[in-house]
């Protein structure tokens, strides 16, 4: 009987699939029959392989039809929320810190060719006129919404 490790590597050569034999999962059983029907079967095998490891790793289900270079890229990715929203067609919850506004002048403000600056917003963002910019909250861009120097676009 082949080893976890001789069953990981034989796998990887097969099919070109890392499998950390070291992991308790997938469990020794199930790498053997992998290995057993990878000659034999190998999309099958390599589909299940990689449907196993996102699903270890992102704790949710995949739903069936998925490719293996689907599979893959999602694996691939190292932001798990990107990759559960791909997969479950939801959005992630934004970070407090990531939330924006997309904002511009009033038409009053942009009639007249005025412009709003915020010094706090990112390179590029700082000063807004009539053409919608994304902005993060800060004081400055929430106080120009209050007092309608700026509106909310869409």
């Known amino acids: 009987m ?18 950390d034999a070291t992991q308790r999962e997938p ?34 289900e995949i739903p069936e039809g998925q490719t293996a270079d689907q599979l893959a890229e999602w694996l691939a990715n190292e932001d798990d929320d990107a990759v559960v929203a791909a997969i479950t067609g939801e959005e992630p919850e934004p970070d407090d810190e990531l939330l924006t506004l997309i904002v511009q002048v009033s038409e009053k403000v942009a009639a007249y060719g005025g412009t709003y600056t915020d010094p706090d917003q990112p390179e590029g963002h700082r000063v807004i006129g009539g053409g919608p910019v994304r902005v993060a909250p800060t004081a400055l861009i929430n106080a120009g919404l209050k007092n309608g120097t700026l509106t909310e676009s869409e």
């Open 27 to 60: 469990l020794a059983p199930v790498l053997e029959e992998w290995a057993k029907r990878a000659e034999t079967e190998p999309d099958a095998v390599k589909l299940e392989i990689l449907t196993s490891q996102l699903e270890d790793r992102l704790g949710i």
């Open 2 to 19: 082949a080893t976890r490790q001789d069953n990981a590597d034989a796998l990887n050569a097969l099919l070109g699939v890392q499998i």
